[in-house]
T-cell receptor
């Protein structure tokens, strides 16, 4: 158990809809990273939050957004969903400077139909 | 920008034998970290081993060790005494601290099968 919790584990939704994925980081970790894993693109970094503030952006679509709350949990919001958004979405947390290795949650499998 | 290349999409190894997974990377940075992650069918991403670029000594974790060749930008993973539970996708990743972000850049992965 990595200590990172993601909900839900599975999500099936229709095109055009909006979903929210949730992540609780390991106790004490201030950084949350979101990654997308798809067959064609592999594992890609989407966005990072550190102690409530956005710190870095990767290949994140404008239809996607995230936030980190005062209790450090994070949510990834995906809107106007398309078939191509079907993927495994991972959240990871780390201590960053003191110990940069990232610990991953079990992921949310999103299927858009 | 960093890139990570894993040139072996699939590999297989006999149980109890040794296998080496290859990884090359490209970065212009001098201070970075390298990792191997394992993803079994459960899809959980599990950290296997980490290497700091400034350390010349190769990292080891029980049956897992790396061969880090900084000049060649090569970072291979050796699994000794392979076990059935080692069957998984293995991802090589590079991490550079730019502006306080420790985001990972992953390779495409190598699927390892272990033959009983």
């Amino acid at each position: 158990d990595s200590g990172v919790t993601q909900t839900p584990k599975h999500l099936i939704t229709a095109t055009g809809q909006r979903v929210t994925l949730r992540c609780s980081p390991r106790s004490g970790d201030l950084s949350v990273y979101w990654y997308q894993q798809s067959l064609d693109q592999g594992l890609q970094f989407l966005i990072q939050y550190y102690n409530g503030e956005e710190r870095a952006k990767g290949n994140i679509l404008e239809r996607f957004s995230a936030q980190q709350f005062p209790d450090l949990h994070s949510e990834l919001n995906l809107s106007s969903l398309e078939l191509g958004d079907s993927a495994l979405y991972f959240c990871a947390s780390s201590e960053d400077a003191r110990a940069p290795e990232a610990f991953f949650g079990q992921g949310t499998r999103l299927t858009v139909v | 920008a960093q890139t990570v290349t894993q040139s072996q999409p699939e590999m297989s190894v006999q149980e109890a034998e040794t296998v080496t997974l290859s990884c090359t990377y490209d970065t212009s940075e001098s201070d970075y970290y390298l990792f191997w992650y394992k993803q079994p069918p459960s899809r959980q991403m599990i950290l296997v081993i980490r290497q700091e670029a400034y350390k010349q000594q190769n990292a080891t974790e029980n049956r897992f060790s790396v061969n880090f060749q900084k000049a060649a930008k090569s970072f291979s993973l050796k699994i000794s005494d392979s076990q059935l539970g080692d069957a998984a996708m293995y991802f090589c990743a590079c991490q550079y601290s730019g502006a306080g972000s420790y985001q990972l850049t992953f390779g495409k992965g190598t699927k390892l099968s272990v033959i009983p």
